[in-house]
């Protein structure tokens, strides 16, 4: 069992910055990848990014390359997201989740991901 937590989220301007954490805790030792997803009340729960914790290789969403960066704290089993330039359209509650695929994918899916954080709220206002 992994336990997921996720941290940051919370109100903020457009054009603004959000830094989300997210701390893993469990059997982590066979953890390798770590993605963000987030999700709306009218949308499926869509992919942002994701990063392999071993080689740190990151991939991103076409909407927000440039703006979004992934990161990890390996010593700390912790995933980051920093969001800049934030618009209102990305309000949505934004999860964390850990992939055990060993793998790291050219595009990842729900489907790809074994344990989910809570989620925190994002909330961009115009």
């Known amino acids: 069992q992994v336990q997921l937590v996720e941290s940051g989220g919370g109100l903020v301007q457009a054009g603004g910055s959000l830094r989300l954490s997210c701390a893993a805790s469990g059997r982590t030792g066979s953890m390798y990848a770590m993605g963000w997803f987030r999700q709306t009340p009218e949308k499926e729960r869509e992919f942002v990014a994701a990063?392999?914790?071993?080689?740190?290789?990151?991939i991103y969403t076409d909407s927000v390359k440039g703006r979004f960066t992934i990161s990890r704290d390996n010593a700390k089993n912790t995933v980051y997201l920093q969001m800049n330039s934030l618009n209102p359209e990305e309000t949505a509650v934004y999860y964390c989740?850990?992939?055990?695929?060993?793998?790291?994918?050219?595009?990842?899916?729900?489907?790809?991901?074994?344990?989910w954080g809570q989620g925190t709220q994002v909330t961009v206002s115009s």
């Open positions: 990063i392999a914790w071993s080689s740190g290789r990151t």
């Open positions: 989740a850990e992939s055990f695929f060993p793998f790291f994918k050219n595009m990842y899916q729900k489907a790809d991901f074994d344990y």
